[in-house]
């Protein structure tokens, strides 16, 4: 297994589920589990709403184990499943079904990592949270990289 860390709010959005495409610089061959991790920095969105305050969205910590399926240049039907605009440079890691797993701190390096050893590995996982439970939409996050904000 391989570990990620994705910025919130994008990693509670690739957690809840509406955010199917991981869009990154780089490419990778690697295929298989990823354990996210919601990264200790927030991305600059300047949006109203409590989710803004970014206090309650949870940083450093295991969320989820997701499948990373595919990784292939991205195309503009991926900006949806992105929760972006399209940028033909960016490379899209194509995910598959978020599985939560007990929120423990893990720390974070550049790229994929080996995680520690941990709870997410071999046990069944946490039930996903119904879409929208930390007050962001898939609509929130094409509204900010619409305006430019950073994914």
């Keep these: 297994m391989k570990a990620l860390v994705v910025r919130q709010p994008w990693a509670s959005l690739i957690a809840d589920g509406p955010k199917r495409v991981e869009t990154r610089s ?15 920095s927030t991305a600059e969105l300047n949006l109203p709403g409590p989710l803004w305050d970014q206090q309650h969205l949870p940083r450093g910590v ?4 997701i499948e990373l399926l595919d990784c292939r240049r991205m195309t503009p039907a991926d900006a949806e499943a992105a929760c972006c605009a399209f940028r033909p440079d960016l490379w899209a890691w194509l995910l598959g079904e978020p599985r939560r797993v007990e929120r423990l701190p893990v720390r974070g390096m550049p790229g994929l990592f080996t995680p520690p050893p941990g709870p997410w590995e071999g046990r069944p996982a946490q039930p996903p949270l119904p879409t929208g439970e930390t007050g962001f939409t898939a609509e929130d996050a094409e509204d900010a990289e619409k305006k430019g904000e950073r994914t």
């Design 62 to 65: 295991a969320l989820a184990v």
């Design 26 to 40: 780089r490419r990778t061959s690697y295929r298989g589990p990823l354990l996210l991790v919601a990264g200790c």
